[in-house]
Each structure stands twice: as C-alpha cells, then as structure tokens.
C-alpha cells in the first residue's frame, strides 16, 4: 500500500518548455487534488476531480491543465512553463475523513 | 465561503510539556470536518487527525487531540508530551461534508512548532 506516489520528485525546467506531474493513489479514493506550496502562501488549490471522469478548477489553475486519467491517476500538465510556476507541487487523495498527500514535486523554472 | 485562521506564526515549546495550537473557522456549511497536518523539514505533508462537526467527542490519535469547540468555531490542536521530532510546520484545514460532488479543502497558514531540548 503506497499511498499517494507522484513522480518526478525535482524538475527544472526552462521557461517555455512543458511537462507533466503524475500522480497516483492505492487508496481507491474517489476525490483528487493538486496543490501548489509557495512559502509564506500556505497551500494553494490548483485543480480538483471530485471523481473519476470530472476535473474543476481550483484558486491558481491559470498555466496549468490536468488529466483524470482512471480513478487511480491524475495528471498536471505545464504547457508553457513560466518562472512564477517555481514551487512545490502535491497531489492529494481523499475520502471523507481523510486526506493523504503524494511526497511533493520541487519544480523551477529558470 | 470557508476561511480557516492559525494566529501563531511561531510557537516553542519545552521538550516533554504540552503544546496548544491554535485554529479558528468560518463557514456556512451544516456539516464539516476539520484536519490537521504536519509538515517537517523534509516537506511531506503528513496527516495527523480528523475531526467531524457531528463527533460527540473530541478527536484523540496517540499524543495528539483536537480540543473542539463548536460554539467558538474553533479546532485547537494539543500535543502532549512534546518530542523534538514534533519541531515542524502544522497546518490546520477544514473540508464541508456534502452529500456529493466536490469537497473543498482549505487550509491555514500554518504554525511553525520548535521543540527546545
């Protein structure tokens, strides 16, 4: 039982280049997130999926696009990296009594 | 709209003695559940306790309890019998209890716990 696995760990990009964050979860949880962490800002939603098949926009989604993949996996997308993107990502899964979280991304973008 | 509110910024504590951290809300919804987490130097984000807006009793997990206080709106986190591994960031967060559909999570700022040897 993993829990909540996303990949890569640490990530610099260069403005303007792309990627995806990927991240999945064992835990058969129906709702995913993605976070972003920026010191002194606490965390900050992205985007959601309340369930398999449904993605919603969250505070900051503005540079980012995501993917509900199954019910296991969801995937955020970067298209056109910007320094401003520069944080700690996570991906979290919930039920109703609890919340898990992936161990974080370190993303830069020079 | 949910806001959630953690006023310490920084709190030390004695090794061994009991620490109180503290967490106030604001919501419109009936139902919720509130959360905390930990977040070392490391940077995950660990999960540590849950507590219900229905729960007759306050939430315990080992040394950690939620002293809630409904009236007040508040969801003070005690950890008793601090160790120096409890030296973290400790985020409060609260999520409504809907019948279906999305549930958003919002979150403090954080209180910044030193455990003193």
């Known amino acids: 039982n993993a829990g909540v696995t996303q990949t890569p760990k640490f990530q610099v990009l260069k403005t303007g280049q792309s990627m995806t964050l990927q991240c999945a979860q064992d835990m058969n949880h129906n709702s995913m997130y993605w976070y972003r962490q920026d010191p002194g800002m606490g965390l900050r939603l992205i985007y959601y999926?309340?369930?398999?098949?449904?993605?919603d926009k969250g505070e900051v989604p503005n540079g980012y696009n995501v993917s509900r993949l199954n019910k296991r996996e969801f995937s955020l997308r970067l298209e056109s990296a910007a320094p401003s993107q520069t944080s700690v990502y996570f991906c979290?899964?919930?039920?109703?009594?609890?919340?898990?979280f992936g161990p974080g991304t370190r993303l830069t973008v020079l | 709209a949910q806001k959630i509110t953690q006023t310490q910024p920084g709190m030390f504590v004695q090794e061994k003695e009991a620490v109180t951290l503290d967490c106030t809300y604001d919501t419109s919804d009936p139902s919720y559940g509130l959360f905390w987490y930990k977040q070392p130097s490391s940077g995950e984000m660990i999960f540590l306790i849950y507590?219900?807006?229905?729960?007759?009793q306050n939430a315990t997990e080992g040394r950690y309890s939620l002293n809630f206080q409904k009236a007040r709106k508040s969801a003070n986190l005690v950890i008793s019998a601090s160790q120096l591994g409890d030296s973290a960031m400790y985020f409060c967060?609260?999520?409504?209890?809907?019948?279906?559909?999305?549930?958003?999570?919002?979150f403090g700022t954080g209180t910044k716990l030193q455990v003193i040897p």
């Open positions: 979290a899964s919930s039920e109703v009594t609890e919340q898990f």
């Open positions: 967060a609260m999520r409504p209890l809907n019948s279906g559909g999305y549930q958003k999570v919002t």
């Open positions: 999926s309340a369930s398999e098949g449904t993605t």
């Open positions: 507590q219900g807006s229905y729960d007759q």
